[in-house]
């Protein structure tokens, strides 16, 4: 079993700048794809990042690129997003996600909320 922990979400004004980890524990998989997922109020749940095992892919979403960065840090078992130029549209629960073989696994989750 995998247990993912997400933290850093919070408020921030629009321009402003985040920065998202995820924590991956437990039996993780050697190889294994991690990424972001956000779902706002009434919306189904979209994904953000994507990155890689050895972290040398990343695909993101069109509504994202240029804005943030997806890496991670295989030695600590954590993925980060940073969000810059936030927007009050980015407002969600950003979610991390890790994918291995037939395998998901899900945080809980990290609220992000944008103001103008």
């Known amino acids: 079993q995998v247990q993912l922990v997400e933290s850093g979400g919070g408020l921030a004004q629009a321009g402003g700048s985040l920065r998202l980890s995820c924590v991956a524990s437990?039996?993780?998989?050697?190889?294994?794809?991690m990424g972001w997922y956000r779902q706002a109020p009434g919306k189904q749940r979209e994904s953000v990042a994507v990155?890689?095992?050895?972290?040398?892919?990343?695909t993101y979403a069109d509504f994202v690129k240029g804005r943030f960065t997806i890496s991670r840090d295989s030695a600590k078992n954590t993925v980060y997003l940073q969000m810059n130029s936030l927007k009050p549209e980015d407002t969600a629960v950003y979610y991390c996600?890790?994918?291995?073989?037939?395998?998901?696994?899900w945080g809980q989750g990290t609220q992000v909320t944008v103001s103008l």
């Open positions: 990155i890689s095992s050895s972290g040398g892919i990343k």
């Open positions: 437990g039996s993780i998989p050697s190889f294994n794809a």
């Open positions: 996600k890790l994918t291995s073989d037939s395998r998901t696994y």
